[in-house]
């Protein structure tokens, strides 16, 4: 009982960390190319043909095969026959055509960011088990996440860094969560940035469906003002089917400034909604 509970845990790691890749590799080669040509262009002159465009092309359909077998094992594991029968016999009749595998529908969230259809298919049919449940992940990982960002001193501390703006503060930690969220993403590669006028997020971890970004706070400027900017987008923002659970680590130049209960009212003033979570450094 225990090894097959094992088991389910590690394929369902393995099954949200391959979507999310093949995810972020459909939205590089699709949505958001470093260059749009087949072909680019050197220093000399000459054209070249983009292998690596090709290959993440042919990765999609490949990984998204493997995906398939994945989730089928996932399936028996959970010993589920009814929904495993639904979903052999919806995809199985395709998984070997490469046309239908990779083929994309969009716009979904904003003019010209299509996703693979057979992606999003398969996340709505793992959103009925609760190791998909974004519910169920905040409590066994989120917590964990905000135990690391809440220990970012330390971590400065430790690789010996020095702080002199918002980059030298997250770039230590952003290498630690990288470690324990494999899928984490670059700001470049989110749908929803441009639905921010001040929340710049620093780190995207999908697999939890959270968001993080750090506001230095230099000695003698007003923390409420950094407040207002981040409540405002917290009203704005409308949602993202990816990223639900939203971090503003506020770092103080000067940890004297810090007044903890003075903070804690300020944000409880404000009406932060549940899923933003501000933490002063």
């Known amino acids: 009982m ?15 960390t391959l979507l999310h890749k093949l995810e972020v590799a459909f939205w590089e080669v ?23 465009k090709e290959d993440k092309t042919t990765w999609l359909f490949y990984g ?28 199985q009749p395709i998984i070997d055509n ?44 989120v917590n964990k996440l905000k135990q690391i960002l809440e220990n970012t001193n330390s971590i ?7 702080v002199t703006n918002e980059t030298s503060i997250y770039t230590p930690v952003k290498w630690f969560v990288e470690i324990v969220y494999p899928t984490m993403r ?11 006028s001040t929340y710049h997020p620093d780190i995207l971890i999908p697999e939890i469906s959270s968001a993080v970004e750090y506001k230095y706070i230099r000695k003698g400027a007003r923390v409420e003002t950094y407040l207002d900017q981040i409540k405002t987008d917290a009203d704005n923002y409308e949602g993202d089917v990816e990223f639900k659970f939203f971090y503003a680590i506020i770092y ?28 002063p450094l």
């Open 156 to 162: 400065i501390v430790k690789t010996n860094t020095t």
């Open 186 to 196: 670059s700001l470049g590669k989110a749908r929803f940035i441009k639905k921010f």
């Open 64 to 91: 998204t095969r493997a995906l398939f077998f994945k989730i089928c094992l996932f399936l028996e594991l959970k010993n589920v026959p009814l929904y495993y029968k639904m979903f052999v016999d919806k995809f």
């Open 252 to 279: 103080f130049e000067d940890k004297s400034e810090i007044n903890p209960a003075g903070f804690k009212q300020a944000v409880i003033e404000k009406k932060f909604p549940e899923n933003w979570t501000l933490i």
């Open 98 to 141: 490469k046309n239908k595998v990779t083929k994309g529908r969009g716009p979904l969230y904003t003019e010209g960011e299509p996703s693979m259809i057979i992606h999003d298919d398969f996340r709505e049919f793992l959103r009925s088990f609760q190791e998909f449940n974004t519910d169920y992940f905040k409590k066994i990982e």
């Open 2 to 16: 225990e090894d097959r509970k094992k088991e389910i845990e590690v394929i369902s790691k393995e099954i949200s």
């Open 30 to 52: 699709n949505v958001n190319p470093a260059n749009n040509e087949d072909y680019f262009i050197d220093e000399q002159g000459q054209h070249h043909f983009d292998y690596e």
